[in-house]
C-alpha cells in the first residue's frame, strides 16, 4: 500500500469510529463512495463537494462542527476520487462527473440541500443550482473553479496539475495553502503520485478539449442566497477567476475575501471556514 492510500484509509477509519458513516452506492451506473453524518441541528442538509484531485477526507475536519448546525452533513468522493474508483475517460469525462454528482444529491440528500462546493466543485455546484434549483437551497462556493479565461492563463492553470516530479508536487502543494504543510512538502514524492491520478489527467484532458466554462446566464440566474469565500493567499486559480464571478453573480451574492485562507481552507482553516458557513446559513434563514 502506498502511504498516502494509507492516510487516506486511516482517516476514514478515524471518520467511522467517532460515528460518520462510510457508504457506498451504485449512482449513475457507478460505485460512489460518500460520508454521512447525521447532525444534531435544524437546518437542511449540507453537501460538500471537493475539487479536481481532491476527496471528501479533505472536508474531514468540517464535518462534525457543521453537524452540530444542521441535519445531516454529506460528502460525496467524485467518480475517480477518494474511495470512488469508477470513473469515465475520454470526451465527456467533467460532464460524466457533474451527472454523477447531480444523480447522487437526487438520491442521497433527497430534499434541498446547502451546497457547499471547493474548486472543480464549486463550478459543479453552481451547475447543480443552476440546472435544479429545487435540489439547492444555498449555495457556498469555496474557491470556485469555473470562469472564462483567457486561453493562455487556462492553459497555464490546467498545467500546473501535470504533475510529473517531484519538484512540481512541491509546487502544486504551495499554491494550495496559505502555508504549506512541512510533512506535505518532504512528501512529495508521495504527493506525486496523489496528484497525478486518471482521474485528474482524465478531467484536465477533457477541460483543455471543451475549454468548458460557467455561462454568465447561469450565474446571473442564480435565485438562492449564494456566498462565495476566495482566499487572501490564493495561489492556485487566477485573479480573473474572482473578477469573473463578481462580474456575473446576481446582486444578492456575497463575496468575502479572507486573510489567511488559501485553496483549501477546509484543510487549513476548518473552524473559521465552519463559522463563515454558519454565519451566512444563519442570516439566510436556512
Not at 251 to 270: D, L, S, T
Amino acid at each position: 500500500m502506498d502511504l498516502m492510500g494509507g492516510v487516506q484509509k486511516m482517516t476514514r477509519q478515524m471518520l467511522v469510529a467517532r460515528g460518520v458513516k462510510s457508504v457506498v452506492r451504485s449512482v449513475a451506473g457507478r460505485s460512489v463512495h460518500s460520508y454521512e453524518l447525521k447532525g444534531q441541528g435544524k437546518g437542511p442538509p449540507v453537501v460538500l463537494v471537493h475539487g479536481l484531485g481532491g476527496s471528501a477526507n479533505g472536508f474531514s475536519r468540517v464535518l462534525f462542527p457543521l453537524g452540530k448546525r444542521f441535519s445531516r452533513v454529506l460528502a460525496p468522493d467524485l467518480p475517480g476520487h477518494g474511495f470512488s474508483s469508477d470513473f469515465c475517460a475520454g470526451p465527456g469525462c467533467v460532464q460524466g462527473q457533474f451527472d454523477t454528482l447531480r444523480a447522487w444529491v437526487e438520491q442521497v440528500a433527497g430534499e434541498p440541500a446547502f451546497v457547499v462546493g471547493n474548486s472543480l466543485g464549486g463550478a459543479m455546484s453552481v451547475n447543480l443550482a443552476a440546472e435544479v434549483p429545487a435540489l439547492v437551497r444555498a449555495l457556498g462556493l469555496v474557491a470556485p473553479a469555473g470562469a472564462a479565461l483567457s486561453e493562455e492563463v487556462f492553459d497555464a492553470l490546467l498545467s500546473s496539475f501535470a504533475v510529473e516530479t517531484a519538484e512540481q508536487a512541491r509546487a502544486l502543494t504551495r499554491r494550495l495553502f496559505h502555508k504549506a504543510p512541512l510533512p506535505l512538502l518532504l512528501l512529495s514524492q508521495e504527493m506525486r503520485k496523489f496528484y497525478a491520478t486518471p482521474a485528474v489527467q482524465a478531467l484536465t484532458a477533457d477541460a483543455r478539449a471543451t475549454r468548458a466554462c460557467l455561462a454568465p446566464g447561469a450565474l446571473q440566474g442564480l435565485t438562492m442566497p449564494v456566498l462565495l469565500l476566495w482566499g487572501g493567499s490564493e495561489r492556485l486559480l487566477p485573479s480573473e477567476t474572482l473578477d469573473y464571478f463578481r462580474t456575473h453573480l446576481p446582486a444578492h451574492a456575497q463575496v468575502q475575501v479572507v486573510k489567511g485562507f488559501g485553496h483549501v481552507p477546509q484543510m487549513e482553516r476548518p473552524d473559521e471556514l465552519v463559522a463563515r458557513l454558519v454565519s451566512f446559513a444563519d442570516k439566510a434563514g436556512l
